[in-house]
């Protein structure tokens, strides 16, 4: 007599389940994948906190020089809400210019290119970096002629609008008394880019053409102060300015005047009453 073995029959619900067979397994390489994003989250989320929070040692640990080529320029913030300096104050761009007119040189009134890249961000819920060009270029100008004392500061309110006129400018730096002097490097750095800028809010609003010399104003104002918040006839203090003269216009190479003045004096004129 013989035994038959019957195998247990297989449901078709188990047959049609996927769940029911075995997950393959990441491959290394996706594992690998995964594990560098989440070193790359941690890393940029701490970056992040140790550029916007108050100086402290911390920066140190990835040294201040890796933490700002980092952040900077795609990730930089230019505010800061945390004790104990908050931002406290606004800073403005204004620019003219000596143009051509009829025979003679005419001197312009004052434009705020701070009020212009402003409009382009308020109420705007994707502002263009373009918007606040002006307040970091005229930052870095304020706290660089800050640094200066006063006789550097009375020959950065001298005219220099000869061919070379950086040059220029660094000799009077040198030939100024004292061996105490602080350094102009950093201020020359931030003199060419303000300039720079200046030259072509100018050649926006009143064509390259024209444009002989142009001239610009930083000013920092601040809010009104702490204690005074409860008082409704509070006003803010005096604006506090950094006194240039009249420059020759600088141009980078590579830049595109064009670029620049379809988008700033179109918003300029936006904005004109």
């Known amino acids: ?43 940029h989320i701490g970056a992040s906190f140790l550029w916007i929070a108050p100086y402290s040692a911390l920066r140190e640990i990835p040294t201040q020089q890796v933490l ?29 210019a000596l143009i051509e007119k009829d025979g003679e040189q005419v001197e312009t009134g004052w434009v705020s290119a701070t009020d212009v890249e402003l409009s382009m961000i308020r109420y705007n819920l994707f502002p263009p970096r373009a918007g606040i060009q002006s307040s970091e270029v005229a930052s870095g100008q304020m706290n660089a002629y800050n640094k200066l004392n006063a006789e550097q500061q009375a020959v950065i309110g001298l005219d220099f609008m000869k061919d070379d006129w950086e040059e220029w400018m660094v000799r009077s730096f040198d030939e100024l008394q004292g061996d105490d002097k602080p350094s ?19 050649y926006a609003i009143w064509g390259a053409d024209a444009v002989v010399a142009v001239q610009y104003r930083v000013s920092r104002q601040n809010v009104v102060p702490y204690k005074d918040r409860n008082d409704p006839g509070a006003q803010r203090p ?36």
């Open 68 to 96: 700002a080529g980092y952040m900077l320029p795609m990730f930089g913030q230019s505010w800061s809400v945390f004790a104990p300096e908050p931002i406290n104050g606004d800073y403005h761009f204004n620019v003219r």
């Open 238 to 273: 005096d604006p506090t300015f950094s006194t240039t003269g009249w420059r020759l216009p600088i141009e980078e190479e590579g830049q595109s005047r064009e670029n620049f003045a379809n988008t700033f004096r179109g918003q300029f004129e936006r904005i004109q009453p």
């Open 1 to 43: 007599m013989s035994t038959t073995l019957e195998s247990e029959p297989v449901s078709d619900a188990a047959v049609s389940d996927p769940s029911a067979a075995v997950r393959p397994r990441p491959t290394w390489w996706v594992k690998l994948i995964a594990f560098a994003a989440c070193l790359l989250t941690l890393w």
């Open 184 to 202: 102009t490097e950093a201020y020359m750095a931030e003199e060419h880019l303000s300039t720079a800028y200046a030259t072509q809010v100018a």
